[in-house]
């Protein structure tokens, strides 16, 4: 009641009746950011990603430790610096998810597996590879071990992601509001299933289950790329159409 | 499924927009579910070219662990899903010509087939186990269980479907065919996987 008379009373000065939906906007542009400095991190400064082998014998591990020291030091403390952008993008798509006519405890259960997610699926390899070149004269079996400890994390941390997908698809085939388009849900199983395939990644030591693997990683990857493009396009889409009104009100 | 149930007053564009369809003949069930199912095969093929290659690598290997697959098992599991997609295309002729007591029917017929289809699958596995045959005994028993059980999965997911269809049938006056379509179309193609993979898997030489 107050809030509205405010709004009334002074439409030319309230930033958020000019720009209702910047907040979002911010939001929505933290996530390409936030990807392409993912990219950096992992492809360009730390190659993790495609990730070595799992097979590597143990002095070639070393030797990708200590020639690559200074890499791993620049992207995983940029990656310690910059992860909690990833929570924008969380706090977007929760927003959004609020609106659908599903219930809203899927919006939350998104929310709080991501925040979990982040831990073995991004920060914990970070640790694992940063504390290996922190001192990477160390005994070159606790190399192996940090080498292996990260990468499996990264690669094998299965179960916050499946039900992330889960809640998202079925948030989005219960929503009678069409906030975001049907396949998008259907799409999410995909990622779901890209998750499970991964699962040999804590066995093998190579063929296309190992973490490096076509299936494991090169397949899982593809996926989940056309499917944060997908979700970020929708995404835009949905801020678009939300009513004012429903903002405002 | 139901993100485009439709409220009370939502009844008349819902029956408007599939009196459409129809007229039209457009693609069975709604487009979303398509690009699910062919999103469906090209992930499939991925693992089948992965099959493909390893086996390739190791021909021999391949053959003499393929003589340890239960072909009987394999041969039963088939025909049961085959079945299974029968009774569910005849429940969407039900359902077109809204006979919903058929319709009801033949898709719980269909389900008991599916799971009757988990259930072999489960004692295969099992038989396998028991003998000493894991995930990790080579690479084409590596195969094996990967892509049966991706199958699985999807033929749990399938078995969900076919409950929320045939609850569509019995709790609706009038069950809106693109819906058990949709969900028809799924099945479907859990079907022609499996057939893909029974063939990779049990018959090729």
Redesign the interface.
């Known amino acids: 009641m107050t809030r509205t008379a405010t709004v009334a009373a002074r439409p030319a000065t309230d930033g958020r009746r000019l720009r209702p939906k910047l907040d979002q906007w911010i939001c929505w542009w933290s996530i390409p950011i936030f990807y392409n400095l993912f990219g950096l991190i992992f492809v360009y400064f730390t190659k993790i990603m495609p990730p070595p082998s799992p097979g590597l014998t143990q002095d070639e591990i070393v030797a990708f430790i200590r020639t690559n020291a200074t890499n791993l030091q620049i992207g995983f403390v940029l990656l310690a610096l910059t992860l909690g952008l990833a929570s924008l993008s969380s706090g977007i798509i929760v927003v959004q998810m609020r609106r659908m006519s599903s219930a809203r405890v899927l919006a939350y259960a998104y929310l709080a597996v991501l925040a979990v997610a982040a831990l073995p699926g991004c920060l914990f390899c970070g640790f694992m590879f940063v504390l290996a070149a922190f001192r990477p004269d160390r005994d070159p079996r606790i190399l192996v071990l940090l080498y292996d400890m990260g990468l499996l994390s990264f690669v094998g941390s299965l179960g916050c992601f499946v039900i992330q997908y889960l809640v998202f698809a079925i948030a ?5 509001r ?1 906030i975001f ?3 998008l ?3 999410s ?2 990622g779901l ?2 998750e ?2 991964a699962l ?1 990644s804590w ?2 030591r190579g ?3 190992a973490w490096n693997g ?2 494991s990683f090169w ?1 899982g990857t593809a ?1 989940f790329v056309v499917w944060e493009v997908c979700l970020v396009v929708s995404l835009y889409g949905a801020v678009k159409r939300q009513p004012l009104d429903e903002i405002l009100a | 499924m139901n993100a485009r149930e439709a409220r009370p007053g939502d009844l008349g564009i819902s029956a408007s927009r599939h009196a459409g369809r129809e007229a039209k003949r457009e693609l069975p069930g709604d487009v979303d579910v398509w690009v699910f199912v062919i999103g469906e095969m090209v992930v499939f093929a991925a693992y089948f070219a992965a099959y493909v290659v390893d086996r390739g690598r190791n021909q021999e290997l391949f053959l003499q662990s393929q003589q340890l697959l239960s072909p009987g098992l394999g041969v039963v599991n088939t025909l049961v899903l085959l079945t299974s997609s029968l009774f569910v295309a005849l429940s969407v002729r039900a359902t077109r010509t809204a006979d919903a007591r058929t319709a009801s029917q033949c898709l719980a017929l269909g389900g008991a087939c599916g799971a009757a289809f988990a259930l072999i699958k489960s004692f295969e596995w099992y038989s396998k186990l028991r003998v000493g045959l894991t995930i990790s005994t080579n690479a084409f028993f590596m195969h094996y269980y990967m892509m049966t059980g991706v199958h699985f999965f999807h033929v749990v997911l399938g078995l969900v479907l076919l409950t929320i269809l045939w609850r569509e049938i019995h709790h609706t006056d009038a069950p809106r065919a693109w819906v058990i379509e949709s969900g028809a179309c799924y099945w479907h193609a859990i079907d022609l996987l499996w057939i893909v993979i029974f063939a990779l898997l049990y018959l090729m030489r």
């Open positions: 989005i085939v219960l929503d009678k069409a388009p049907k396949w849900g259907y799409m199983i995909w299933v890209t499970l395939v040999p066995i093998f063929g296309p289950y076509a299936i397949l996926i």
